[in-house]
């Protein structure tokens, strides 16, 4: 013990909070969200608006990581063509568990206006989603949004072993 | 019985037209009105073939032989001053008269002036590559190739460009479908998963307009949103406000509180 | 062991004496500083670059496809997502040639607001090139500052048109909104701070130790490649040639406004900074003059925003709600579209990245026949399979990013 005269029975005073493993882990998986720089067409530019100067992702601690072992969020921002979709599933398959994404846009969540031979209709015929961000193309904020609500997410979820791996097949 | 649509050109066709509508012309000027395109269509002229010249909207219209296509341009960058191949592309004639028409479209910047010199190929056949004299055509051939499926000789890497290489089919021709064909409806299922993944990941929806009950799951009406696979809310079931944090606040984090904030109306420049 | 002062790699005297350890590097289709979706397959003699191949075509939506089905009202917001960084000169590069085709004259007032949004976008597109450019090159400070300023012209944008990227802003025949209010005192505002805000980029950048390594005689485009490769805008200017479409063959007011064509004969990656520089410089002096323009039609009482030409474009709303006829004309314009006359057009304008052409075959139906659009990012994309032999791995990221390409724009 240190021998200072801090009175640690007093309220707040002890450095020692009670929890569970759930709510410590889920507090740092959900405020460090390491984002993969997926920027595929227009969504990508709010992307980096988001987390540039004025909008600030690090305030969220979404820090966007160009490499998929070190991040655990994917945000898809963009239109998935056919020829890019093999790309999305091996990043994908590269991240580690565990790990979202986030579809942003309607060209990912639906293949949007491009309603043609060469877009893939929707990343969730590629790789499983866990949130879809509607709009054309999103503001900044309402990626921040998104984050949130994902945050909201992790932490309902389990943190342990019983949360199995997300797969689409 | 369902209407008759021609297989050969499978573009969006209007609706209806007046059977008395004759369509206008953009109208097309001789080439002796401008000294410097008569000048360069009677360099042209004293060399090869036109079979017809004249100018629309203020650029000179040339057409030629395919087998003149070098030689034309071999002579408008060395001899006419014309230095840039800024575009170069196919049109798809094949439902009409069966063949491709090419276009070339130069830009003079000493001049000021731009010709597009045109010529017509037959569906199976190929035109020589321009890419010793413009690099610019390298791609813009391969792009052609690769949409309309025109071979083109002596090109140095004659393969598909925007397209996957193992891609079947040549989007812009007029029998390809806007949405692809069946090929393309499965490509990145065959692709990453398989054929045996189609029936698991099911056809492409492909209907913008579709509307799906169980949207309501998911985001389609803002403030009813219940967890993916429980049932949906109904009608008349209370909305779920707003919340950017969890009820109770979150683990070691401070809790938003809406009157503490402050709106800034100036952008503070 | 490595002199600590010196900047010596501390692999120096190992020698590779094989002659033929050629090594492929996959650059992309998804890197951090491929600027979108470019694939790069490098043959590498050690680090030196032997052969290059880009590959492209990872977002290609078929846009010319859509084109031919769909109306040409219909076709102008996708043009915004060619590219995307200034959507608003893709509208009007195709507003323009669809002019051009059915031969409408703009009122002067709709043509000063094109103008405005324009030089904005260029502004905008130019403020991104240099973030991103100065982020790859590891310059961080440059892209949050770029990017500070590039969200106050987002803001003007959005309060003309309500969208920050994908405008929509300008319409065949005119533009659908006068300018709000707070319109140009903001714009004052900005450009009143802007040269003090290039002052900064300069400060950071110009003598820049680094910078300079990456930058200059890195890259260099000489003036028979650029020209052979059909470039355009400042990859071009920067090479020695003096071309810009908008002095060269003026559109819209461009013969009405003052303006400098600023262009290097170092052709190098250096020389294509400095221009974009310039040109934000330029892009001001211009939207200065807009502004005293605008002033004028105001004065003139020149209120009109769209060509008056029935055939092809709805009469303005308060015909259509009083007159029957105009109603009438207006409906068979929305369901069914404009039908311009058979012919073809094709009209090149300067977009911030180079010449922006649209090729529109029109076979007098309300579908084009062939829309060809021609992107300028296409042959700068293209132009990386000669200019990167030779050169080294890390002059990769810093090429790339100053031949400002879009991938929208070069897979459409």
């Keep these: ?169 | 019985m369902r209407a008759y649509k021609p297989k050969d050109d499978v573009q969006k066709k209007s609706y209806y037209t007046d059977r008395y509508w004759v369509a206008p012309m953009v109208p097309k000027s001789m080439v002796e009105d401008d000294a410097v395109f008569a000048a360069d269509l009677a360099a042209i002229k004293a060399k090869f073939d036109v079979s017809d010249a004249y100018i629309q909207v203020e650029q000179m219209v040339v057409y030629i032989k395919p087998e003149d296509n070098v030689g034309v341009l071999k002579l408008m960058k060395e001899e006419l001053g014309y230095t840039q191949l800024s575009e170069m592309s196919a049109i798809d004639w094949i439902a009409k008269q069966g063949q491709f028409e090419i276009f070339y479209q130069m830009l003079s910047m000493g001049k000021r002036k731009r010709i597009r010199v045109k010529c017509f190929i037959d569906q199976n056949q190929a035109i020589e590559s321009v890419n010793p004299l413009f690099r610019s055509a390298d791609w813009s051939e391969r792009e052609m190739f690769d949409m309309f499926g025109v071979k083109v000789n002596n090109h140095p890497y004659m393969k598909r460009i925007l397209m996957p290489d193992d891609w079947e089919g040549y989007p812009l021709l007029k029998t390809y479908p806007l949405q692809g064909d069946e090929f393309a409806a499965w490509y990145e299922v065959d692709r990453i998963y398989g054929k045996e993944a189609r029936a698991i990941i099911g056809p492409e929806i492909r209907d913008s307009a579709r509307v799906d009950r169980y949207d309501t799951e998911r985001f389609s009406r803002l403030g009813f949103e219940v967890p993916m696979g429980a049932e949906p809310k109904a009608v008349d079931a209370e909305e779920t406000p707003l919340a950017y944090q969890e009820e109770g606040g979150v683990f070691m984090i401070d809790k938003f509180e809406d009157d503490k904030t402050e709106i800034i109306s100036d952008r503070k420049r | 062991m490595q002199q600590p002062n010196r900047l010596r790699p501390f692999f120096e005297n190992i020698t590779f004496d094989r002659e033929d350890n050629e090594m492929i590097v996959n650059f992309g289709p998804q890197h951090p500083s491929a600027h979108g979706q470019l694939r790069l397959i490098l043959h590498l003699q050690q680090e030196q670059i032997v052969k290059a191949h880009p590959d492209v075509g990872y977002l290609h939506r078929g846009m010319e496809k859509m084109g031919e089905n769909m109306i040409y009202n219909e076709f102008m917001p996708t043009t915004d997502r060619m590219d995307y960084i200034a959507s608003s000169s893709n509208n009007y590069g195709f507003a323009l040639a669809v002019e051009k085709l059915i031969d409408v004259h703009v009122p002067r007032r709709a043509k000063v607001i094109r103008m405005m949004l324009l030089e904005i976008n260029r502004l905008i597109s130019h403020l991104f090139w240099l973030a991103t450019t100065a982020l790859d090159i590891g310059a961080m400070t440059v892209f949050l500052y770029a990017f500070r300023e590039r969200e106050y012209l987002m803001d003007i944008i959005e309060d003309y048109c309500g969208a920050r990227l994908t405008h929509a802003a300008i319409r065949i025949g005119g533009v659908p909104l006068d300018i709000p209010d707070n319109f140009i005192p903001d714009l004052k505002d900005f450009l009143d701070k802007l040269p003090a805000n290039i002052k900064d980029y300069e400060d950071l950048l110009d003598t820049n130790r680094i910078w300079l390594m990456r930058m200059e005689n890195v890259g260099i485009i000489p003036e028979e490649m650029a020209l052979s490769w059909g470039c355009t805008g400042p990859m071009l200017r920067a090479s020695n040639v003096a071309w810009d479409i908008r002095k060269e063959e003026p559109y819209e007011l461009y013969d009405e406004v003052e303006f400098e064509v600023p262009y290097s004969d170092k052709c190098d990656n250096y020389a294509r900074y400095k221009i974009y520089m310039q040109e934000m410089r330029e892009s001001a002096k211009i939207l200065y003059q807009t502004i005293d323009m605008y002033a004028e039609t105001v004065k003139n009482n020149e209120t009109e925003l769209m060509a008056h030409s029935p055939q092809y474009i709805s009469a303005p709303k308060l015909e259509l709600m009083t007159q029957n006829y105009s109603l009438m004309q207006h409906f068979v314009l929305v369901t069914q579209g404009m039908r311009p006359p058979v012919g073809e057009v094709y009209i090149a304008t300067e977009s911030p990245k180079g010449e922006l052409g649209f090729y529109i075959n029109s076979q007098g139906g309300p579908y084009p026949y062939r829309l060809k659009l021609r992107a300028p990012s296409f042959w700068h994309t293209g132009i990386l399979t000669d200019l990167l032999p030779g050169h080294y791995i890390p002059d990769v990221v810093s090429i790339i990013g100053t031949t400002n390409i879009v991938f929208g724009e070069v897979d459409r």
Excluded at chain 1, 56 to 79: H, K, N
Excluded at chain 1, 111 to 130: C, E, K, L, S
Excluded at chain 1, 133 to 162: F, H, N
Aim: proline share 5%; with cysteine.
């Design chain 1, 1 to 169: 013990m240190a021998q200072h005269q801090v009175n640690y029975t007093q309220d707040n005073g002890l450095p020692v909070a009670l929890t569970t493993i759930d709510k410590v882990v889920n507090w740092g998986r959900s405020n460090s969200l390491w984002a993969l720089t997926y920027g595929l067409a227009c969504c990508g530019i709010e992307m980096m608006a988001s987390g540039a100067s004025r909008y600030d992702f690090d305030r969220y601690g979404t820090i966007f990581r160009s490499s998929p072992r070190q991040s655990e969020l994917m945000i898809v921002a963009g239109t998935l063509t056919k020829k890019h979709a093999e790309f999305i599933k091996r990043l994908y398959d590269q991240m580690a568990e565990p790990r979202w994404v986030i579809s942003m846009g309607s060209c990912a969540n639906t293949g949007g206006m491009f309603n043609t031979y060469a877009t893939v209709q929707g990343v969730d015929r590629v790789i499983p989603v866990d949130l879809y961000l509607p709009g054309c193309a999103p503001r900044p904020e309402t990626l921040q949004y998104a984050v949130m609500m994902l945050q909201k997410k992790i932490r309902a979820e389990k943190a342990g072993k019983a949360q199995r791996p997300k797969r689409l097949l």
